[in-house]
């Protein structure tokens, strides 16, 4: 059974930083582009950052450029996502999922069109971060 966990949300101080863990069970992250998204409420799900299988390019946001790290461990079927420098708008229900093979193109404009959650093949069922004094 193909499964997405996510793991390490909670609530931070602004500036603050948090790690996010996708660990997938089974199948093999291997040959799967791994993306963040997140969903605040009344908004619509968008695209955080994404990481590819095969040659490990990714893709940040323009809002969390400079701040958000991505990073796979293929070896723990494991993407990570490190948060630094958060701020109140990085409040959401964070969502790791599964793509075969690249990142989706669309990733960039997924939520202006309300269709993030049909570009990847699995999806997590999220974790929450908060930021906030």
């Known amino acids: 059974q193909v499964q997405l966990v996510e793991s390490g949300g909670g609530l931070v101080q602004p500036g603050g930083s948090l790690r996010l863990s996708c660990a997938a069970s089974?199948?093999?992250?291997?040959?799967?582009?791994i993306g963040w998204f997140r969903q605040a409420p009344g908004k619509e799900r968008e695209g955080v950052s994404c990481i590819s299988s095969s040659d490990g390019s990714t893709y940040y946001a323009d809002s969390v450029k400079g701040r958000f790290t991505i990073s796979r461990d293929n070896a723990k079927n494991t993407v990570y996502l490190q948060m630094n420098s958060l701020k109140p708008e990085d409040t959401a229900v964070y969502y790791c999922?599964?793509?075969?093979?690249?990142?989706?193109?669309?990733?960039?404009?997924?939520?202006?069109?309300?269709?993030?959650?049909?570009?990847?093949?699995?999806w997590g069922k999220g974790t929450l971060v908060t930021v906030s004094s």
């Open positions: 999922a599964a793509e075969f093979g690249e990142c989706p193109t669309l990733i960039p404009i997924c939520a202006v069109q309300a269709m993030c959650v049909t570009i990847m093949d699995y």
């Open positions: 089974g199948f093999t992250l291997d040959y799967y582009a």
